[in-house]
């Protein structure tokens, strides 16, 4: 593999908590898409780890969603913890050149969901010290922030100070699982880089959970950057790499420099991921496709590693 990588989105934190939400997984080694053994084959790893949460938890597993949020914080605190010669928490883009100089990889915390903190904004500057430093409005679900794209509604008051106290934070907004007018909404208020961590092209596979051009070209505008997302489901149907590729060369389009689109493979957060894509080592096989499909290397780095690199340095300080 030539090519490091950095993935801006995964569910391996939540993976990690086992059926019972309360076990204790190891990020060295599992049966899971990502591990630390096989990160090894990738010439520097930087990961985002969501920690997940919907207000469905309680129906679903009588689970209040502070308590899960806890857990999955504190299940990767843990693991990089104990496999600290081979992946350190992130806080900074110099931090993640600095674990790469070192040979280790690096772990960047994000939030899927604010229902693990009851969507409040008061609590963004504490999250950001620990080491968070992106956020959703939402999942599918329509909360106090916003509407999702399953149920449709915009940015509500309490979300537009949310988005601000974020972005005052040093904290990126993402607007992955964002209902269509909350995304809208959410443009005319940002003073800065906006990103969709694991979102693909409704023109290449039109499902709610991808983005219009019109919301990519927006992004683009920000600043921003777009993680390709291997879930099948979001990526064709019986997607192969090719299809995969089918969504970076439609993007190249719009953004012929290739400048805002990144990765974020929604790993350990899907049942079925596009084929040919087993798990984090499946990199090197789309990078190969996507030389093979006219990309020169420089661009596929780009990709890989450096727009996602570029956003951390002008956000996450």
């Keep these: 593999m030539k090519f490091p990588v950095f ?20 990020l060295k080694k599992n049966e ?3 591990d630390l053994e096989r990160a090894k084959v990738l010439p520097g790893y930087a990961q985002c780890f969501a920690c997940f949460t919907t207000p469905f938890m309680e129906e679903w597993f009588k689970i209040q969603p502070l308590n899960i949020f806890e857990r999955e914080l504190a299940t990767i605190q843990r693991e990089v913890d104990k496999n600290k010669r081979m992946i350190s928490l992130a806080y900074t883009a110099e931090d993640i050149d600095s674990a790469r100089e070192k040979g280790k990889a690096s772990a960047i915390l994000t939030i899927e969901g604010p229902a ?14 620990i080491g968070f430093r992106m956020t959703t409005l939402t999942w599918n679900e329509q909360n106090p922030l916003a509407g999702s794209h399953v149920t449709g509604g915009g940015l509500t008051g309490q979300g537009r100070d949310f988005v601000k106290e974020a972005q005052r934070v040093g904290m990126l907004v993402d607007v992955s699982h964002l209902s269509d007018e909350a995304f809208w909404d959410l443009m005319d208020i940002t003073h800065g880089p906006v990103i969709a961590s694991h979102s693909n092209s409704r023109a290449v596979c039109s499902v709610s959970r991808n983005l219009t051009d019109d919301m990519f070209r927006a992004i683009c505008q920000t600043g921003g950057v777009v ?47 596009t084929g040919g894509f087993r798990d984090i080592t499946g990199y090197s096989d789309m990078a190969d ?5 006219g990309l020169d290397e420089k661009m596929v780095e780009d990709i ?6 570029g956003v951390m340095r002008k956000c996450c300080m």
Excluded at 11 to 24: E, F, Q, R
Excluded at 231 to 243: H, I, K, M, R, S
């Design 304 to 309: 890989f590693w450096n727009n996602a690199m």
């Design 116 to 129: 693990g903190f009851g969507y409040d904004h008061g609590l963004l500057q504490d999250l950001s010290l």
């Design 289 to 293: 496709r996507l030389l093979a499909r």
């Design 227 to 273: 993680g390709f997302n291997q879930c099948a489901p979001f990526v064709g149907q019986e997607p192969t790499l090719d299809t995969a590729c089918d969504h970076i060369l439609h993007w190249l389009e719009i953004d012929p420099d290739g400048k805002h689109i990144a990765l974020g493979g929604d790993l350990d957060g899907c049942d079925q991921l």
């Design 32 to 34: 899971l898409h990502i």
């Design 7 to 26: 993935d801006l989105h995964c569910d391996t934190a939540y993976a990690l908590l086992g059926k019972d939400h309360n076990s204790a997984g190891s």
